[in-house]
């Protein structure tokens, strides 16, 4: 008798989530007993963000559904609207789609909208990055949301794994698989230089710095304050090293954010470059080149350490997240950046960086993930109980 494949259903929203989940994708489409169903939204749809279903779809993955969700305005009530907009086009997405299992990364809007609709709807969730703090985001209420509709659960590191655990999840459920960026890393051909410089059309130089400033959703100003203090300090900088950005997330204030950015670029074209999108290739490629990691991604707590790259991360957006000794906190004056940039940009810290122990596994996260979503029993696996820790 044929065994049915499992229809495994990924969702993907944004150019970051996507690069984490590509072997992941990878390694579901290959399978012989699953087979991959791919739901592309958000800002993958977005001219103001780089277009890049293109990069999916050059990749070699069939998209099944591209669902459009986001309204053009990154206010809290435009992210807000964009929520609903998604808990209703995903209604019928994933009815047409009728998958086993759901597969959720992060911590994203669309994330949850999405969760919202296959909780309803009774399709198992799948989450990978559940457990992490990060406490100057509304993603942190997010993640903690996800996790709690979730059924399976790939956390990066053990104490992410106790975490779950700790929200009352079955710890049968939960697996401490490492992080997909640490597995990018190993199984990734990075760009040399000259191959970089061609595809950017822009000199790096010798010591490159890489920016990524992503709006700070339970600040007042979003992170204006710190952006601009950030743009002050970087301008002492020039025209000795060059300075690369990558586009803030489409969340409430990101467009200004970017404008800010946009304006400071114009003003020193020779020395600094804004990309819309990266992409996974060439963002780890240009972090491996880079002198320091700069602003408040998560990728500058887990890739670049990884590549034993020092980073200086600002502000509170990744407070709560493990660090390893290659990350430099400051507080987003002017004064704390500038100290940072000189220390982080001298040898003694690259050096440092470079021996840095990775904390995140040992890339082999989307083998680890296949293997659970072959095994598992979908059709038993909705009714969830309270795990309670014993207490005494």
């Not at 999840?169 to 990075?190: A, Y």
């Not at 220390?343 to 690259?350: G, Y």
């Amino acid at each position: 008798m044929q065994i049915l494949s499992k229809k495994i259903a990924v969702f993907t929203g944004s150019r970051a989530e996507y690069g984490l989940l590509y072997w992941t994708m990878r390694g579901i489409q290959e399978h012989p007993s699953l087979d991959l169903q791919l739901i592309v939204s958000g800002m993958h749809l977005s001219s103001e963000f780089g277009n890049t279903v293109h990069e999916i779809s050059q990749d070699g993955f069939q998209i099944d559904e591209k669902v459009e969700i986001l309204l053009s305005s990154t206010s809290k009530v435009g992210v807000a609207k964009s929520i609903g907009v998604g808990v209703i086009s995903f209604a019928d997405t994933l009815t047409r789609l009728n998958p086993d299992c759901l597969v959720i990364l992060g911590d994203r809007f669309e994330a949850l909208a999405i969760a919202q609709t296959a909780t309803v709807l009774g399709i198992p969730i799948a989450h990978i990055h559940g457990g992490e703090l990060t406490e100057g985001l509304v993603d942190d209420a997010i993640r903690h949301s996800i996790t709690k509709m979730a059924h399976l659960h790939f956390t990066s590191a053990e104490e992410y794994r106790k975490r779950v655990i700790q929200m009352g999840e079955d710890p049968s459920r939960v697996f401490n698989v490492g992080s997909p960026g640490v597995e990018n890393i190993r199984r990734t051909k990075l760009l040399t230089r000259p191959q970089l410089e061609e595809t950017l059309s822009f000199e790096l130089g010798e010591n490159p710095l890489l920016v990524t400033f992503h709006p700070v959703t339970l600040q007042r100003d979003g992170g204006l304050l710190e952006l601009k203090n950030l743009l002050l300090a970087l301008e002492e900088l020039l025209p000795s090293h060059r300075v690369i950005f990558t586009h803030p997330n489409a969340d409430a204030q990101g467009l200004f954010l970017a404008s800010q950015i946009e304006a400071f670029v114009d003003s020193h074209p020779k020395e600094t470059l804004l990309v819309k999108s990266l992409g996974q290739l060439r963002y780890l490629s240009l972090m491996n080149l880079a002198c320091a990691v700069v602003g408040n991604s998560s990728s500058g707590l887990i890739e670049a350490p990884a590549l034993g790259v020092p980073t200086i991360n600002i502000g509170s957006r990744q407070s709560g997240r493990l660090r390893s000794k290659s990350v430099v906190d400051v507080s987003g004056s002017v004064s704390s950046i500038r100290s940072a940039l000189s220390e982080a940009i001298a040898d003694p810290s690259r050096k440092a960086a470079r021996a840095t122990e990775n904390t995140f596994g040992a890339g082999t996260t989307a083998a680890q993930i296949v293997k659970v979503l072959e095994s598992a029993d979908f059709s038993m696996i909705l009714q969830k109980r309270f795990f309670d820790l014993e207490t005494g």
